[in-house]
């Protein structure tokens, strides 16, 4: 490991400061530890470390070498590889990295090297709050980097092949979305769910799209009846006591109406039927719905086992 | 040799030599700690390795000079890496989904905040119109979390999930995580005599208790395991493709079928959670093979109906 990795640093040395972009050729016989044997082993050899340089994010690219554009060669615009300072101080290096190991996707946390890229963390204390916001992070990133770079992405979703815009990502219920419109249909951003598309490929050559600029991931994202919508529906609810304090807890604009030694009765919001129905059911026979009439039957018909 | 670990070496030789460069005569012992090196000499490794690389001619002036005098590092003749290497995009989302996690859930202390400020305006400046995150922020959270760091033992009222049952327990938290849209708090339970899992939002009342107990450190697996036992129930049943959703979201084998949907067989402690979900699913499930689970779903539809019969 050794040699490569010393190989690579005097490549990644050599890049940065020759200010030029520079032929695999040149390279060969410039750059220490490329000297081997034969062509075919020195070019395995140079994909290799290219490859492993840009899996840490160097950003190396090919562009041809003079403007009669007859040769190639690889550059690393010093820019581009830099980190802007973000001026962080020990204490928050640390409380972002005591962050970053608490909060997992699928099992998974962002890569300690992160940290070290700000200048590592002199704590390494435990969080007694963790999450993990499920899925894979290098999915995330690739569709991250496909939205900060306005490049269109192809799925499949439903069993429909699909080719979108990407606006904006979002979290929420446990759930990653991805927020955009589908071409030809700019006016209407949609929310996929990242656990239910498959082949995902981002466009790499085509054109960058552009992004409204009013564009607002928490708006784009369902709710799931969870949020009071225009048409929610006011309903009485009577909870006996031992679900009142979580019913009420959970629910939309919950306002307690009467109260005796078994249950307690609320007005509250619902604004997504089948959302609802699932949530009473969670109350097993604790909770009864008193009006409206309608909310009752759809309720018992959502049970089933009535005929 | 495994290309991870040269990746990840490699990658904090990057990130150290510009903090040495920017803070000459960094100290061994902080350089270790800060770059979570194992001890001195996996660190003096390091350090050995880069003076061996530089700029062609790789003669003595073009080395890069690296230099340890009383514990401290001096390196010279390499302002090629004095400053650090750009975040990837998986890096830089999980470090901003981290930090918005503790935000949104009113956990952050105020480093974090302003870390999350200075990292966003540095390196994603448009981030927080691309990426949101609705973490909900139940108000006994700071009391766990408080309790659990000051090691006090935590009087619950729990309503179980299953059944509705109300239970008044002693536990002595572990950690509180958020997993799938829930928070939930684990420890061990004095009344179970074993460690727990309770859902945050299940949790009715909860009273920190005076009495105290020892935990090496918070845990710090966030994910909720379910273990399959012997006295567990077992139901099979198939979903409509547009209920695919299901082996996504619960731990059962599903088997593909050619119309799109699947065959699921799930195991449960209690056939009133599997029941519930089977009228969750309505008509887009079907073939239910398991006699508890469907002796369950009936009694709970009964229970159910017999509420309404009586106010009707």
Redesign the interface.
Known sequence: ??K???R???L???L??VGRPVTADEIRH???GYDQPSDEAFRRTFE?DKD?LR?????ISLTHTDVWEVELGYIIPTD??????????D??????M????????G?Q??????????????T???????????HD??V???L??A??DRRRVLFTYK?RPRTVEP?????????WYLLAPEVGQADTVKAFRL??MSQLKVDEAGSMFARPND????TS?PDMGRSRGDDAITAQIRFNL??A??AM??AADVVEIDRDSESVTVELSVSSVPHFN?WM??????S?I?SPRFL?DAY?A?????E | MSSDRTAARLSRILAMLPWIIEHDGAEIDDLVERFDYKDKADLVKDLHLVFMTGLPGYGPGDLIDVDVFDDEVFVDAADYFSRPLRLTAPQALGLLAAGMTFIGSDQAPPALTSAVEKLTAAVLPDAASLVYFDVPAPESLSTLRDAIENRRVLQITYVAIATNERTVREVEGSSVFFNLGNWYLTGFCRMADAERVFRVDRIASVVVLDSTYELDAPKRDGVVQYRATDSDVHVGFTVAPDSRWVSEYYPVDAVDLDDGGQRITMSVSDPLVAGRLLIQLGTAVSDIEGEEVLRSMNRLRNRIRARYARTT
């Open positions: 490991m050794q490569v990795i010393e690579i640093l005097n990644l040395a050599f940065l400061t410039t750059v220490k290799r492993l899996t840490l994010g160097v950003p581009d590889y830099q980190i802007t300072d973000p001026g962080l101080t204490e928050e290096r640390s409380a972002l005591i962050a970053a190991q608490a909060v997992r996707f099992g946390s962002t890569e300690a090297a992160a940290i070290f890229k700000l200048g590592g963390a002199t390494n204390s435990g969080a007694a709050v963790a999450a993990d916001l499920g992070l290098e995330l990133g690739e991250f980097e939205i900060t069993d606006y904006g990502l979002g979290h929420r219920f446990g759930h656990d239910r564009f607002d991931p928490a994202l031992d679900v304090e979580i807890e959970q699932g059911l969670g109350f097993d026979d604790k009864l008193e009752v018992l959502y049970i089933g086992g009535g």
